[in-house]
């Protein structure tokens, strides 16, 4: 039997894989292309829940509509008529604090203006315009308190616990923040920084959370829809070849003369080992199960996105999501939705519990919160069977080995969850990076981190 061939061969129906596949087409639509999938359907991780009326996520509830190619993406699909959108200036977010819900400003920077802080936490906050950077490998917290005084670390803490489900004990800031840390070593100051960068940009809108009357996976399927995608089919390993490449998928051959990795980064280490071998063999995962509760119109669900809990709470849940008030349509009328978040690296045993004890204790935690009725009218415990990646102790190595590999195999592209970064539109972006490296038949460039602006 031959062994069918392909110009490029994608592995994963991923976000990165489709976005990959999408941005390849665009430059090259003649391109033999195939996609290759273990699970039976596309989106990887991104996936809706409608049911009873009911509109919910398993994993991505939403991405900002401040990255251009994110914007390109939906505008080659015809999509931003589709977009829902839930401007950041509009829905207030929430801390909880003291056991209390507290609305917190949408962008860090701010917070200096907010009550949140007393005068001198504020004035520590300041120190970060004349404390030196500190150079070496540092985690979220050993930076932010350096930089900006221990007060904040409650605030840095929802901010990652928000992206990454993580512990900023543990998350390296030149992982996640790249951009900021280059501010911070350029200027000497991020405040300096962030005002310096700014005045080169021409817009300081403040962007929307963009979803879709049918959730995030409307996205998926539509990126998927004209693309060739082989399902239940997963990639074992790869071999370079005079030729090219040949993948071992499902135990046959697929011979391709370029490849693109597009998976979540422990799923993409093990296929690379044999190539060469990684720093390290995995990074942590961060598993977050959605506890979904409708209730009837005596609930009392402030307005905005939602809330978070920084680990000093000590609470059950690491935070809920408002969903009525996100997005349209996500309960029947009459009735109202929340998302609670259970799990992420704090409080892996919580996702241990049945359905049904993760209902009562979730139940409970909120709502010391926010006024709700004894019973929700539908209940929904959604357990994704794959993690955030987490950018911890020697990320950077494994960023330097992904370069370095890339530029010794030719024709082998790399993006997808986890590596660089974990959210959708670094995902778009890394996938176009790689589209662009494959259609050219190089190794991509590598780019300097852009300083992304934090929000709640
Ligand atoms: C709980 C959760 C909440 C999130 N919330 C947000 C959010 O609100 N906003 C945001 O911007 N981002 C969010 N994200 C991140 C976002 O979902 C990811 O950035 C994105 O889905 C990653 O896409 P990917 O294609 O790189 O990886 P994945 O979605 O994991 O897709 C990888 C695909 O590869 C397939 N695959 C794996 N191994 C193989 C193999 N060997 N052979 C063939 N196929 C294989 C998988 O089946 C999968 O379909 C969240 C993620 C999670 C888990």
Known sequence: MNTPEFDIVIAGAGLSGLSAAHFLKKRNPDVNMLIVEKSDRPGGAIRS?????????????????????????????????????????????????????????????????????????????????????????????????????????????????????????????DAVMPGIRNLEKTYGSVFKGVIKSRKNKASRRMPSMISFEDGMEFLLKRLAADKTIQYKSSVEAVKKTEKGWVLQVNGKPIQSKRIILALPINGALKILSELLKPPQSSVREAIVNNVVLGFDNSAEIPFGFGYLAPKIENRFALGTLFSIHMF???????????????????????????????????????????????????????????????????????????EQIQKQYDGLHICGFGWEAIGINDMVKQAKTAANAAFKGRSADRQDPEAKPVYF
Request: include cysteine; glycine fraction near 8%.
């Open 49 to 173: 829940l409608k049911k009873q009326g009911f509109l919910a996520e398993w994993g991505a509830h939403g991405f900002l509509d401040n990255v251009e190619e994110s914007r390109e993406l939906l505008n080659d699909l015809g999509l931003t008529d589709y977009v829902q959108k839930a401007p950041l200036k509009q829905f207030k977010r929430y801390i909880c604090k003291n056991g209390k819900l507290v609305q917190i400003p949408q962008s860090p920077p701010t917070i200096i203006k907010s009550d949140l802080l007393s005068f001198p936490e504020k004035l520590r906050v300041l120190g970060d315009l004349w404390k030196k950077p500190i150079t070496g490998e540092q985690t979220v917290a050993q930076w932010a308190s350096h930089r900006f005084g221990k007060a904040i670390l409650p605030f840095a803490d929802i901010a990652l616990t928000g992206t990454y489900a993580g512990d900023i004990d543990e998350l390296r800031i």
């Open 328 to 402: 349209p349509k996500r309960a029947p009328a009459g009735f109202n939705l929340i998302e609670i978040l259970v799990g992420g690296t704090r409080n892996p045993e919580h996702l241990t519990l049945d359905d049904d004890e993760m209902v009562k204790r979730a139940l409970e935690d909120v709502g010391k919160l926010i006024k709700l009725p004894d019973k929700p009218v539908f209940s929904k415990v959604l357990r994704p069977s794959s993690g955030i990646p987490q950018l911890e102790k020697g990320h950077l190595q494994l960023l330097a080995y992904k």
